[in-house]
């Protein structure tokens, strides 16, 4: 594994070594694409956090701009008074993490100010949540021209951020190349970066006034501050609202759960376990498999469900739900309104692993349900913790006792009632409310009036076993580092750009080569592409590159044959991260129709695990 990740390193250098070649011409949107590529193969480990060298090329290319179009006079840019928060955002979709987080911000902000949001690549239709929190503080929508490059969408988003903000707030994602040039340099609103990413590899931590971590857990502290190069940093949990008072007594509660079940389609005497999470997240990895958990746990529980929101499935899924009578079931992505009645039907929450979320978790919490951790094979941050949870929830030692608590809380109402109390009680304490607005202040407070980047990093490596760990979980789910220098090559070319593969690379994939990493397509014809490519336009030259990929990696034969096989139903096709996230449309209101939408989704779950076992026999 580390061979592996010499040889990513071996590609982001090289990467970035063109960058100083474009830097050097003056060719400043060249250089700025090279970076991004390097940070795009970068994305894919985390044995370090942050590159010192590449946050050094994207100052020094923001130190080359010409001036801000709109100097920033040094007073606060308020609107009627108030002062505004600029949160930027790569796109809002329609379910996930980020979008969430940024309109519960603008609900809990009780100092009543605006909130505005700049979207760099917004693809779909904005969420009507988004548009509403916005609104409602008086805010505006930005949008930058997607077909711009980096370099025009960093000195545009600079500009506005002198001209409206107060506040820089980034929600970005860990390759954003775009917010490292804007605010590379001295001057204008403070920058806060919100670090959503606690396990991975980003980009922006030299140009962060404050990094915003949203666990709070005294690990999340650690490797802000010293394994991504001693970076400031605050608290600022996750944040949640609070939709009800939670007074309801015992009989009456459960009253509710049980029609709530009966709504739904579930019998109303069951005990339902729940899950959230994008699919990529239960992809199995060695011996931590949380399908065949789910089974046995199941096994044990006769009249017990699971329901795995987040997740369509596959093969694995339907033939686990198979064998335990169909109580195993994939509800795939749903929206807001529709998971609040699966809460209302939940029992017991299970983290997913190898890698769980905790938002999700937190929001099951904030309804008064109970929760079990990932065990320790799962350690974080790939598993939760933080401040709410790290002195309420006892995380499990093994999967085996992992599945022991679930069956225990599964068989104890008056357990599942006092858990659920206390980790409501936690979460509401530090994620909604006066707790939240508290940190909030405390992290405002603490800034400078104007922005002023690090003038260096100095990050350190991740330990084995966890960097490691991560590199196997991407592993499990598809992604093959012998093919990193083929797919950077592709994305170098779909950015305009021809770059030469240098002896120094090819001396690094030599050395893979002689240990069986890669393999995929001969060095012999980067070379010849090395020749051709610079003598055809770059729409050829990235076609060719396409097809020399194709033909060269792995069995084109065994590639054929699953895609074909894909078109009429057989196996499946693994989707990029959050790519499901997309398709969702979001419906407006709680009620009966979301009941029924959410029935109707169990029952076509029930349906085709049902239809595969005839399919089987």
Request: charged share 20%; hydrophobic share 40%.
């Amino acid at each position: 594994m580390q061979a592996k990740l010499d040889y990513i390193d071996a590609i982001a250098e090289w990467l970035l070594d063109l960058s100083d070649f474009h830097e050097v011409r003056g060719d400043l949107a060249k250089a700025v694409n090279c970076n991004y590529v390097a940070a795009t193969v970068l994305c894919d480990q985390n044995r370090v956090l942050a590159s010192a060298r590449l946050e050094r090329n994207l100052r020094s290319i923001a130190n080359r701009l010409g001036p801000c179009d709109a100097a920033r006079s040094g007073t606060p840019r308020q609107r009627n008074g108030k002062q505004v928060c600029l949160h930027v955002m790569r796109e809002a979709l329609p379910a996930g993490g980020l979008t969430s987080m940024a309109v519960r911000w603008m609900q809990n902000d009780r100092r009543g100010r605006v909130h505005s949001v700049v979207l760099l690549t917004q693809k779909t239709p904005l969420p009507d949540a988004l548009l509403n929190a916005v609104n409602a503080t008086g805010g505006s929508i930005y949008k930058a021209n997607a077909t711009d490059s980096f370099l025009q969408q960093a000195l545009w988003l600079r500009s506005l951020a002198h001209q409206v903000a107060d506040y820089v707030i980034l929600h970005i994602h860990n390759s954003d190349v775009v917010c490292a040039v804007a605010f590379g340099k001295k001057g204008g609103p403070p920058v806060l970066l919100v670090n959503h990413s606690a396990h991975a590899f980003w980009v922006g931590a030299s140009i962060a006034d404050l990094v915003l971590n949203c666990r709070g857990s005294a690990l999340e502290g650690f490797w802000t501050a010293k394994l991504r190069g001693g970076l400031r940093h605050a608290i600022l949990p996750i944040p949640l609202v609070l939709l009800d008072s939670g007074s309801v007594d015992s009989s009456s509660e459960q009253e509710l759960k049980r029609q709530a079940k009966i709504s739904i389609g579930l019998p109303a005497d069951a005990v339902v376990l729940l899950t959230v999470g994008a699919a990529f997240k239960y992809q199995a990895m060695e011996d931590l498999d949380f399908v065949i958990a789910c089974e046995r746990i199941l096994s044990c529980l006769p009249h017990a469900y699971a329901l795995a929101v987040g997740v369509s499935g596959n093969d694995r899924w339907r033939s686990a739900s198979r064998r335990v009578g169909t109580r195993l079931l994939t509800l795939g992505t749903v929206s807001q309104s529709q998971l609040h009645q699966i809460h209302q039907a939940t029992d017991i929450y299970i983290e997913g692993f190898p890698f769980g979320t905790t938002t999700s978790l937190l929001e099951a919490g904030l309804k008064g349900i109970p929760a079990v951790l990932a065990p320790v094979q799962c350690p974080p941050p790939y598993a939760s913790d933080g401040v709410a949870l790290d002195q309420t929830l006892e995380r499990p030692g093994s999967i085996e006792e992992y599945e022991a608590q679930v069956v225990a809380l599964s068989s104890d109402p008056s357990a599942r009632q006092l858990c659920g109390k206390r980790l409501r009680a936690e979460i509401i304490s530090h994620h909604t409310g006066k707790g939240w607005n508290d940190y909030l202040e405390g992290a405002l407070g603490s800034l400078a009036k104007e922005h002023a980047p690090a003038d260096s990093i100095a990050p350190i490596p991740t330990p084995p076993e966890l960097h490691e760990y991560w590199s196997r979980m991407e592993e499990a789910r598809g992604l093959n580092y012998a093919e990193a220098l083929e797919n950077a090559m592709l994305r170098a070319l779909a950015l305009g750009l021809k770059p030469r593969v240098t002896s120094q690379l090819l001396r690094a994939r030599a050395t893979c080569d002689s240990l069986g990493i890669t393999g995929t397509v001969p060095s012999a014809v980067w070379l010849c592409l090395n020749v051709i490519m610079p003598l055809l336009p770059v729409q050829v030259a990235h076609s060719a590159c396409r097809l020399f990929a194709f033909l060269f990696r792995g069995s084109v034969l065994r590639n054929s044959f699953r895609k074909i096989g894909r078109l009429f139903g057989w196996g499946h096709s693994p989707a990029r991260a959050y790519d499901e996230y997309r398709r969702i449309v979001e419906n407006s209101g709680i009620g009966q129709e979301d009941s029924a939408l959410v029935r109707a989704r169990v029952e076509a779950a029930r349906v085709h695990i049902q239809a595969g076992s005839c399919q089987s026999s």
